[in-house]
């Protein structure tokens, strides 16, 4: 009995994250990593996309004849209906490709893609996430998109290409973009008689001052602001400082910075800008639309702009504006930068790459397939696809859109991706940050533990 | 005496119940009151979960439970004739090797899957049988379930062997011996191997997850997964709705069949 329920539905029915980023059980990345390896040794060796295998078609090496493509990728219901749609697109301008698509829940597929990328039977086309990039592209799984004729990039701005190459080269190429932004409920805001201040200027003090104000005016009945959590989050304010989270195998940010970011929450939580300790671990794993963000408690909320959608659904349609992080200086360096929210990459498997490198091309760059996809993914990253599709987005979509843009205009030099083993990363970042909320530990003996956790972590991966 | 026992039974039960009834009655609420309510008590009767959930995917659910039924019944014939085979080997014919091939078939069952996975998965890639049910029903007609063959084989040697004798005396083949004598005699073993392998088949995710690619082809399992979306909007009260669907078959053969199962694992192994 045991093993059917260890199999079935046990494990479909218990998971029940909607964070960013569900951290995948360690059991399950041992499975991939060793897969990887295995991956590695039937020496699936890594090839570019000027190698195809078809004789080449008259001009840019697509194949002439039949050939058949599969498309795999990971969400919910909308994004299959929306992407098949897509596909549908393709196949009427492309009548020789037998297109599939195949998609799965989070979890799903990243085990199929380890099974069969191992088997040499990976889908053509693959959604890819920033945790698992540096993994498959090391090991071979990943198609070299560099040379890709079918590609076009002239729309897309270079430091967002540059999101998806690992080691200098181009693995992946971003479905779509975010950026962090502080979430503002001008609705709530009114209703307490409260104006926002210059948001284009403002300084991390006077973001604690204000939230303390709205948590004063608001009489229990509503806070301030969320606190400045998660890999983004940190990532921004170690940027903010002049440090950089990662390198391609340390943690690099400094102890003191780390200290620095403990602190704040901790007179956030302290001094009433954000809700007592208990009830931020109370609320730390509740659905966006349960969350107080949504329900009218939590005036401001830190986080990524694509969720401003959810959040404005979840909440009847309140007044959401977006505005920018504060910072030390009054926003004068240019820490900010556009998170790939997913990518496509090529599976080195692939029979015919140039004709898969050229569906990405019509999935992001061709307003013919992205239209289909709108913004479900992110906002899109060709200029002239975001454009065009802004019309036909929701409003959170479109503020979403406006804000990247905004943003793009003063955005630093993008991070290297993460190195492999810190897929757990914010499990690990929330427990410390807890941890100091609650008074268990000081913001320094935080910084210190954290910083060697996330150390060892990549070290034995 | 009596008292305290029941008490403490009916206590034991609800615990276990918990789980399930807190399914059926999430299933009729609807999706943003789920997980705001660990009560059992229903308050809401939102039935178009069920409506909703039926049709959610791509394709209607029915396509999924067909799927699922054309894999269970392709595992339970294939189970039910070669482990039996099997059994009746080891149980009864004198070969070369046989203990030791006994030994090896133990072994099987004391691997761990994740070690078979992926040279398994790179057999089916180049015979070029991935995306179809071949993977999942065919291994079953190899006699490859370990488990099962060493109940079957604990069941024939509960038997008598004058029986095989007087029938051998008889002039009986070994053909005859095993249809006419062996597979009449150990008909509860059967009914525990159909019994388990529908439910191990019913439930199994893992295989079916990365055999069947095409979304048409999606079993029960699989499809239930495509309920969640961690990134954006999950449907679950779709998904507690559809799941109850699927348990309905396996309730009902558990039911009627826990008596098989019962005598079939007893009468396993001597007395």
């Known amino acids: 009995m045991d093993r059917g329920i260890r199999n079935g539905r046990g494990r479909a029915v ?15 990345r041992r499975l991939g990593l060793a897969v990887g390896g295995v991956a590695g040794a039937l020496g699936l060796a890594a090839c570019g996309v000027g190698e195809n295998r078809e004789p080449p078609g008259p001009d840019d090496g697509t194949a002439t004849g039949d050939i058949s493509l599969r498309a795999s990728w990971w969400g919910g219901a909308l994004r299959s209906e929306q992407t098949q749609k897509a596909l549908d697109a393709f196949r009427e301008e492309h009548a020789n490709i037998n297109l599939t698509g195949e998609y799965s829940d989070w979890s799903g597929y990243w085990d199929r893609l380890a099974t069969a990328a191992a088997g040499g039977n990976a889908a053509d086309v693959l959604q890819m996430d920033v945790l698992y990039l540096s993994t498959y592209a090391d090991t071979g799984v990943l198609v070299a998109l560099d040379d890709a004729q079918t590609l076009d990039l002239s729309k897309v701005d270079p430091k967002v290409v540059d999101l998806g190459r690992v080691g200098g080269t181009l693995y992946a190429l971003p479905a779509a973009t975010n950026v962090f932004a502080v979430m503002v409920n001008m609705d709530l805001l009114s209703d307490l008689g409260i104006s926002l201040p210059d948001t284009d200027s403002w300084t991390w003090d006077e973001y604690e001052e204000f939230a303390t104000a709205i948590s004063d005016e608001g009489s229990g009945e509503v806070y301030g602001t969320s606190l400045f959590g998660s890999q983004h989050g940190l990532t921004l304010w170690a940027r903010q400082n002049g440090e950089s989270l990662f390198d391609e195998s340390r943690i690099t940010v400094s102890e003191a910075v780390v200290e620095e970011f403990m602190r704040m929450s901790l007179d956030w939580t302290r001094g009433g800008a954000a809700a007592s300790a208990s009830h931020q671990a109370e609320m730390g794993s509740v659905a966006i639309d349960q969350g107080d963000f949504s329900t009218g408690k939590q005036a401001m909320n830190i986080a990524t702009s694509n969720q401003i959608s959810a959040y404005i659904a979840a909440s009847d349609g309140a007044d959401m504006q977006l505005v920018q992080l504060p910072t030390l200086d009054a926003n004068a360096t240019r820490y900010q930068y556009q998170k790939a929210s997913m990518y496509w990459s090529v599976a080195s498997s692939c029979d015919n790459p140039v004709d898969a490198a050229g569906l990405i091309n019509f999935l992001v760059n061709d307003p013919a397939g992205a239209k289909y996809l709108l913004a479900e993914r992110g906002t899109p990253i060709n200029s002239d696809v975001l454009a065009a599709v802004t019309p036909l987005l929701e409003t959170g979509d479109q503020l979403a859109a406006a804000f990247v843009t905004k943003v793009a205009e003063n ?20 427990r410390h940050v807890q941890d100091v909320t609650f008074g268990e530990a000081t913001p320094q003996e935080a910084a210190e533990a954290f910083i060697s956790e996330i150390q060892v972590a990549i070290d034995q991966a | 005496m009596s008292v305290v026992k029941h008490v403490l039974l009916i206590a034991g039960v ?27 008590i229903p308050t809401t009767f939102y039935a178009q979960n069920y409506s909703e959930g039926w049709n959610a995917l791509p394709e209607s659910f029915g396509t999924y439970l067909i799927n699922s039924s054309v894999v269970v019944v392709g595992a339970v014939i294939g189970n039910l004739i070669t482990c039996s085979m099997a059994a009746y080997a080891f149980a009864r014919l004198k070969f070369r090797f046989s203990r030791i091939a006994f030994a090896l078939m133990l072994l099987t069952l004391m691997i761990p899957v994740h070690v078979v996975i992926i040279p398994q998965y790179v057999i089916w890639a180049q015979l070029h049988l991935v995306n179809t049910v071949w993977p999942l029903i065919l291994p079953k007609f190899l006699a490859t379930d370990g488990f099962f063959i060493f109940l079957m084989v604990q069941f024939i040697r509960g038997l008598p062997r004058e029986l095989d004798e007087a029938a051998r005396v008889d002039g009986a083949s070994h053909y005859a011996i095993f249809t006419r004598i062996i597979l009449p005699l150990m008909t509860p073993a059967l009914a525990t191997t159909a019994i388990f392998t529908i439910l191990w088949t019913w439930n199994d995710f893992f295989a079916q997850l990365i055999y069947l690619t095409d979304p048409g082809k999606y079993t029960v399992p699989v499809a239930l997964r495509a309920f969640i979306d961690v990134q954006g909007q999950s449907s679950y009260g779709g998904m507690f709705a559809m799941s109850i669907v699927s348990i309905l078959p396996m309730l009902l053969i558990f039911t009627f069949g826990q008596r098989y199962l019962i005598q079939g694992i007893s009468t396993t192994g001597g007395k």
């Open chain 1, 14 to 28: 218990g998971s029940h994250q909607r964070s960013q980023h569900p951290s995948p059980g360690p059991s399950r």
């Open chain 2, 14 to 40: 609800l615990v276990s119940l918990y789980p399930i009834l807190w399914m059926l009655v999430s299933s009729l609420r609807p999706d943003g009151q789920i997980f705001s309510n660990a009560s059992i």
């Open chain 1, 411 to 430: 955005v630093g030099e993008s991070p290297v991706n993460p190195p492999n083993g810190t897929a757990d990363f914010e499990s690990v970042l929330s």
